[in-house]
């Protein structure tokens, strides 16, 4: 018998192959760092044999996406690395002998990121916040542009027209005007204005302001790279912009970008509502210059001496418009080489011409024709009466110690009380003229003034200082002279510190030979000798002997106190007259025998003061004009604070010592 036939075996239906990869990515077999296609013929999978991954299976379905290991189904023979019949739910691909040998059929499997890579936030992401943020951005500009009111053209800031400051005397008892400080501003229609002086300024300050918006994109990008870098937000200012800030109400001087902003805006409405031309005129009009010159009228009167309907120059009109960027900085005067300022003034006037030029405002021919034009002296234009020139330098020396600048009181409408009294300043006068040579005979290189301290407070109640029509310099507060034996008192005052008194006895020789360094020659006794040894002579008034120190006072005996000053130490005698009042400086390095006979140099209203400190029972008084000043902030009236204002006379000097200095 033959053996009976095996059962037959059902045919097995064809393998199919795994998809194949994805081109230009990685599957799940490649992202495990392991071959897709087993060894065989080029170019397409060998399934015969034993793969790397182990042989496909005949049965079941391929694992879902939901169970990637399949559902479990009978398996065929297994082969090499197969489970068992059924093995444990495989799906034929292998043995779970590593979870993650499992693929899915179909999908790619992402790569996982590494490294810095994966802090990276997806680009899709980082788009859509920007876009976010620049609408954001944008929403907001728009909505805070339509919230920013048009400039009313009649409200201009305070003080933007009426800007000079009063400065009064007492006369009668009452404050009385005196003078006022700063250029009176006179507006000039802008077909007055010549086109060379509009076109400088432009060439100076903008040069598309005709074209432009009212706002430069370039400046404005400046100013918030400015902020955002932590600088302040400066520049990037167009005449338009200047003009919102410095003229219409509502804007602030401070320098935040919220400002800034405002700003723009307002001269973007501005530009709409304006014409350039006005625009123009209202900048010209109103912009600082310099030498308390608001306008361009002002300015050009106190540059250079005339109406600015008379400049036809472009190197004048550049001036005026080269001034504008450093106001209170620039010099028109003295030499480029010397001045650094000067220089700078001359390189930016040359910026102005040049920008001319290239407007075609300027020909080239021309512009090689432009030297730097002559400037009057600051202040000439209009000359005050009398001694009120001399009044106006005081106070502005006194303002600037209160530190107020020169922009301060020319644009900020103070009101300045002093101690001048009209009738006082008339008998000032005449009591020099009395005593005094012939006015006829008065030289302009003579010097001759009073001044008067009060003692109590150091007020300035009268004063002669010269004659200012022969361009004298002030006599009483500027001018310097060498003290003479007036000094001689500040000697006395530390000898009675130290311990002597009006009655001690001093030498009093008729000649004594001091060295230049202040020491006294033994053994001299005629002036040839004492120029051998390099000496120097000091006589004395004719009696000899000894005298005491009221006595060498009353008849100003220069033997007495040159010794005097050198047992006391002429450092001390330079420090005690210093706490009265003379200033430290003029006295540097002549701290010697000398200093007793008055080689110092100095203002009279020093020695004056110096004195009132003997007046005052040895108190020392800093001598001034200004008494009060105030002006108006949100309409109320503010008061400066002075520096006398609350200072108490101080005492240098005992008061007994001091009675003793005045007998």
Not at 151 to 157: D, E, I, V, W
Not at 556 to 579: D, F, H, T
């Amino acid at each position: 018998m033959h053996p009976p036939h095996p059962p037959q075996q059902p045919a097995r239906p064809p393998v199919q192959p795994p998809a194949p990869p994805v081109v230009g990515g990685l599957n799940a077999l490649q992202s495990l760092g392991r071959p897709v296609e087993a060894p065989g013929a080029p170019g397409a999978p060998d399934y015969g044999g034993e793969s790397a991954y182990g042989p496909p299976t005949a049965y079941g379905p391929p694992p879902s996406y939901e169970f990637p290991d399949g559902p479990g189904t009978p398996g065929g023979p297994a082969g090499p690395g197969d489970q068992g019949p059924g093995g444990g739910g495989g799906g034929g691909f292998g043995g779970p002998e590593d979870p993650d040998d499992s693929v899915v059929v179909g999908r790619r499997r992402k790569p996982t990121t590494t490294g810095w890579k994966r802090y990276l936030p997806n680009w899709k992401i980082v788009v859509g916040v920007i876009t976010l943020g620049i609408l954001g951005v944008t929403a907001l500009i728009t909505v805070a542009y339509m919230n920013t009111d048009v400039p009313n053209l009649k409200a201009s800031q305070v003080g933007v027209k009426d800007q000079g400051t009063t400065v009064y005397e007492i006369k009668n008892g009452k404050n009385s005007p005196l003078f006022r400080l700063g250029e009176p501003r006179e507006n000039v229609e802008y077909k007055n204005i010549p086109d060379v002086v509009k076109n400088a300024v432009m060439a100076a300050e903008q040069r598309d302001f005709m074209t432009d918006p009212g706002v430069s994109p370039k400046g404005l990008t400046r100013a918030v790279w400015k902020s955002a870098t932590g600088g302040d937000v400066t520049g990037g200012s167009t005449i338009t912009q200047q003009v919102a800030r410095n003229y219409f109400q509502g804007l602030s001087q401070e320098r935040t970008l919220s400002r800034k902003f405002k700003e723009i805006f307002v001269a973007v409405k501005l530009d709409k509502e304006m014409s350039k031309e006005d625009i123009l005129e209202l900048y010209l009009n109103t912009i600082y210059y310099g030498r308390q010159a608001n306008g361009i009228q002002a300015a050009s009167r106190a540059y250079l001496g005339k109406d600015v309907q008379k400049i036809n120059s472009p190197s004048e009109a550049a001036l005026l418009a080269t001034v504008l960027n450093r106001p209170d900085w620039f010099h028109t005067q003295g030499s480029p080489a010397k001045d650094p300022q000067r220089a700078a003034t001359e390189s930016r006037w040359n910026y102005v011409l040049d920008g001319m030029v290239t407007k075609g405002w300027l020909s080239a021919a021309e512009r090689t024709k432009q030297k730097f034009p002559k400037t009057i002296k600051s202040g000439s234009y209009n000359k005050d009466k009398g001694q009120n020139s001399y009044i106006r330098d005081r106070v502005l020396t006194d303002l600037a110690k209160a530190k107020l600048t020169e922009k301060d009181i020319t644009t900020g409408g103070y009101k300045v009380s002093t101690s001048i009294d009209h009738k006082l300043m008339a008998y000032a006068r005449a009591a020099v003229l009395q005593a005094g040579p012939a006015k006829s005979s008065i030289k302009k290189t003579d010097r001759i003034g009073l001044v008067a301290v009060n003692p109590e407070d150091g007020t300035v109640p009268a004063f002669y200082g010269g004659n200012p029509f022969k361009d004298q310099a002030d006599a009483a507060f500027f001018d310097t002279a060498q003290v003479g034996s007036s000094f001689k008192p500040f000697v006395l005052a530390e000898a009675l510190h130290q311990g002597y008194n009006a009655k001690s006895m001093i030498d009093a020789a008729l000649f004594r030979c001091f060295k230049v360094d202040g020491s006294w020659v033994q053994g001299i006794t005629n002036e040839r000798a004492c120029g051998n040894k390099e000496g120097y002579r000091v006589n004395g008034d004719g009696r000899g002997g000894v005298l005491s120190l009221i006595d060498a006072m009353a008849i100003s005996q220069n033997v007495s106190y040159v010794r005097l000053n050198l047992l006391l130490g002429p450092e001390n005698v330079a420090k005690m007259a210093a706490s009265l009042g003379v200033p430290r400086a003029s006295m540097k390095g002549q701290e010697s025998g000398g200093l007793a006979l008055g080689i110092s140099s100095y203002p009279a209203v020093y020695q004056a003061s110096g004195y009132a400190a003997f007046a005052n029972g040895g108190k020392a008084v800093n001598p001034h004009l200004v008494t009060k000043v105030t002006h108006l902030v949100d309409g109320k009236e503010v008061k400066v604070k002075l520096p006398w204002d609350d200072a108490k006379p101080k005492r240098v000097l005992e008061e007994d010592a001091a009675a003793q200095v005045t007998a």
